[in-house]
């Protein structure tokens, strides 16, 4: 089965009892254990939870799928996998979520963590150590939109027998697979584009090893950032569309961008799919679009927040991935939670904006954007 048609059916034959096309909610906490025992407890185990992780995996062309709260949820959940002692090397502009959890959470574990950018694999060998046993890596990255290469990345972490993960948020399982490019482990926070419609939350973890999936199987139920069966069934409902609303999402992102980059109060634009991009060579081998996110450095740097607000159409919100097109000042708002010193280093600058493009008509996009830019 190609992507859109396991997007629609797989894990989703119609119920055996009543022929219900789409899967039933199954808001129970617990089964009766008279009559069987594959279902004993929802915090384990619940049918609407699974439909949702066969369909994940499917998309992920994956052996296993286990689904989360939050993105957070399976992102702390995989972090189990690590013990005192453990060394991390992560991509230096990952999620900001991410990046609290390691320095605020994992330092009081005893778990050290290297942060870098992943885009020189020189440096990413050299910060390698005897204990090193995770690299954790996002691609296009948030919020420059820099490109990694996952499959020379995963064949480092091999060599050095750390399990490799991949933060595969912003690409969607529709434009990029990174369990295929070598990777142990891919990490969504199902909140954006799975789900589609800035209505749920959610997570998941993907994976091919079977030794990884007994743990974190075990971990899924015994830490219990499970989702509701509801959101579970919000999220399936949304990946039904995520084929032909990515299809349009890029087309109308590929449009802004060539916009934003002739548009004289712009300075750069950060779009793998701009041809002079840094990341363009790499997104072309391992994506197959560039995506819908972009961001982009206004000249005019002091001002951004008040320019921010003079959009009528687009929402000046934080989140990604939704049919309603969201913007953003990371400095302020998503990356306030990194150092300033940081922020500066890794390039996140006053004058950054994040776009996540919508589903609305491009023109009428590039008109609100015209007026921010006014
Ligand atoms: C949003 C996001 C997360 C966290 O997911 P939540 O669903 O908000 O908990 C992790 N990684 C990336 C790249 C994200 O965009």
Redesign the pocket.
């Known amino acids: 089965m190609r992507f859109a048609t396991k997007a629609i059916h797989t894990g989703q034959e119609p119920e055996a009892r009543t022929g219900a096309v789409t899967p039933p909610i199954y808001m129970t906490s617990t089964y009766s254990q008279r009559d069987q025992k594959d279902f004993d407890y929802a915090r384990g185990v619940n049918p609407t939870r699974t439909a949702l992780e066969t369909n994940l995996a499917a998309l992920e062309d994956a052996k296993h799928a286990l689904a989360f709260s939050?993105?957070?949820?399976?992102?702390t959940t995989a972090l189990t996998l690590l013990k005192k002692g453990d060394h991390v090397v992560i991509s230096d502009d990952?999620?900001g979520?991410?990046y609290r959890i390691f320095t605020r959470f994992m330092s009081n574990y005893g778990i050290e963590t290297t942060f870098l950018d992943l885009r020189d694999l020189v440096d990413v060998e050299d910060a390698f150590r005897p204990e090193t046993k995770m690299l954790w890596m996002?691609s296009p990255t948030?919020p420059l939109m820099k490109v990694v290469d996952i499959r020379e990345l995963a064949v480092i972490a091999r060599a050095h027998d750390a399990i490799s993960v991949a933060?595969n948020?912003?690409a969607s399982p529709a434009l990029q697979n990174p369990l295929g490019l070598g990777t142990d482990l891919v990490?969504h926070?199902?909140?954006?584009y799975l789900g589609g419609h800035a209505d749920v939350?959610?997570?998941g973890l993907v994976m091919n090893r079977e030794d990884l999936h007994e743990k974190l199987k075990f971990a899924q139920n015994a830490l219990g950032a499970v989702p509701s069966p509801f959101d579970a069934w919000l999220v399936l409902r949304g990946i039904k569309t995520l084929p032909v609303r990515i299809e349009r999402q890029c087309d109308s992102a590929e449009k802004l961008a060539t916009f934003l980059h002739d548009h004289p109060a712009v300075g750069k634009v950060h779009y793998p799919g701009l041809p002079d991009d840094p990341g363009h060579a790499t997104a072309r081998k391992q994506m197959r679009r560039f995506g819908a996110m972009l961001s982009f450095e206004l000249k005019d740097a002091a001002h951004a927040v008040d320019r921010l607000r003079r959009v009528k159409l687009i929402t000046m919100a934080e989140?990604?991935g939704g049919v309603e097109s969201l913007i953003e000042h990371p400095d302020s708002m998503t990356h306030q939670s990194v150092p300033k010193d940081q922020r500066l280093k890794q390039g996140i600058t006053e004058g950054l904006v994040r776009f996540s493009v919508g589903l609305e008509d491009v023109d009428d996009l590039r008109e609100d954007l015209d007026r921010v830019l006014a």
């Open positions: 939050s993105g957070m949820g399976a992102i990952c999620y979520g991410v996002e948030n933060d948020t912003f990490v926070s199902m909140t954006k939350l959610g997570g989140s990604l």
